[in-house]
């Protein structure tokens, strides 16, 4: 995620202290230190400060412009859990689709950028991000055919990245809403959360709209997600400023956007920022019911919902865990196709490392002819493992499908 770095100093420092300014939502100190430092800037030119200088002064426009529209919703509860695991806190129903650990295998090996990737409740589609090769991350989907395939990977639109990384996707049930982080250009700091909506006809995203406060801040917003059945939404953020741990918020979720009216409200920033959940709560409701019932939506420990990996079938079945097999032959197979799996992919990687040593090697010293042969005996094993893989493959497909 984003963070505060390269900022050149000047005298006062006043770019450094209004950025501190605009992290605490003083957005008129903010505003006086950065027109000092455009004064700065004119007698001693900075092509850098006058890059991060625009940047900020955008940013600060939409963190002011926001605050006529904070969403008024109730905030049942916010826990504080590791950033690494924190989508596993998200006790989505299975109308909700399925955020599975990154490292399950998405079609073609491609490398996911996300920190989980989602799948849609009949799981039949895919959603990650990846880098695109011009040091940028995007949006992929990808969706099973017939036969338990996948189809060929595919960004979901430059339009979500908006000049930035785009990331964290969770689609809702109708298949056309999405939600995700983003730290393109509307964004008011950091990474913000953005929803975007999918044209039927076209299959193409409209323009993304970014949620505003009390859900995104100057500091990071790393996802939404939506439980429809239930009227509950989670969003995860670090504006808390916790080592090493993020916040989840729980929300009840409005079936129509309302919105505080700014002038009625003794401090709009506490709103907007979520100084305190209490503020947003409802004294008359009962949310212990609530979260009780998210409790019981523990989906995480049972086994029906452990996903280990995602094996194509014939006619549109996937096997997901080696209890989907009922053939023990095909079962024991699996175990074997999972440690071929993995062999032949740290092969892979030992060979992208070689590759890019005897390029090197060629570019600056004359081509290595060790070098060279090692690659050449890696690649043969590569081969071997890939060709184990396909037999093992037709295997467990016969044995498990056999009458």
């Known amino acids: 995620m984003a963070c505060l770095a390269g900022i050149p100093m000047a005298k006062g420092d006043f770019l450094r ?61 916010r826990i504080d859990v590791p950033v690494e695991d924190y989508y596993k806190h998200l006790k989505l129903p299975y109308s909700g689709g399925k955020l599975l650990f990154p490292e399950v295998k998405i079609p073609e090996k491609r490398h996911n950028m996300s920190d989980f990737v989602y799948t849609s409740e009949s799981g039949d589609v895919m959603m990650w991000s990846e880098n695109n090769g011009n040091h940028q991350e995007v949006i992929m989907q990808s969706e099973q055919l017939m036969d338990g395939s996948w189809e060929t990977p595919e960004e979901a639109g430059d339009i979500l990245n ?56 100057p500091y990071n917003e790393y996802m939404m997600a939506i439980d429809e059945d239930n009227g509950i939404g989670w969003w995860v953020t670090d504006r808390n400023r916790l080592d090493g741990q993020v916040s989840v918020y729980i929300f009840k979720t409005n079936d129509v956007r309302k919105n505080y009216v700014t002038d009625e409200e003794d401090d709009i920033i506490a709103l907007a920022k979520v100084e ?7 004294p008359e409701s009962d949310y212990s019911s609530i979260l009780k019932g998210i409790d019981d939506r523990n989906r995480a420990v049972k086994n ?22 009922s053939d ?60 184990k893989l396909k037999q093992l493959r037709n295997t467990i497909i016969t044995e498990e499908t056999k009458k």
């Open 162 to 217: 908006d000049g930035g990384n785009a990331r964290n996707p969770f689609l809702l049930s109708d298949g056309l809403t999405l939600y995700y982080s983003s730290d393109g250009d509307g964004s008011m700091g950091g990474y913000d959360l953005f929803v975007a909506t999918k044209d039927p006809s076209s299959g193409e995203f409209r323009q993304p709209i970014g949620l505003g406060y009390p859900f995104n801040s």
């Open 328 to 387: 023990a032959s095909a079962k024991r197979n699996m175990q074997q196709y999972l440690m071929a799996v993995e062999q032949e992919a740290e092969l892979e990687r030992k060979l992208t490392d070689l590759r890019k040593k005897y390029h090197v090697t060629d570019r600056k010293k004359g081509s290595s002819t060790a070098l060279k042969n090692q690659i050449l005996e890696l690649e043969k094993k590569r081969d071997f493992e890939r060709d």
């Open 276 to 282: 305190d959940i209490n503020i947003t709560q409802n």
């Open 304 to 325: 029906k919902d452990v996903i280990d990996f995602i094996f194509p079938m014939p006619r549109g079945k996937v096997a997901k865990r080696l209890s989907d097999f």
């Open 17 to 77: 202290d209004g950025r501190e300014a605009f992290m605490r939502y003083d957005f008129e100190l903010a505003t006086e230190n950065y027109e000092k430092y455009a004064k700065t800037l004119k007698k001693t030119p900075n092509a850098h400060g006058e890059e991060l200088l625009e940047k900020y002064l955008r940013q600060l426009e939409i963190a002011e412009n926001s605050l006529d529209n904070v969403q008024k919703i109730e905030i049942i509860d």
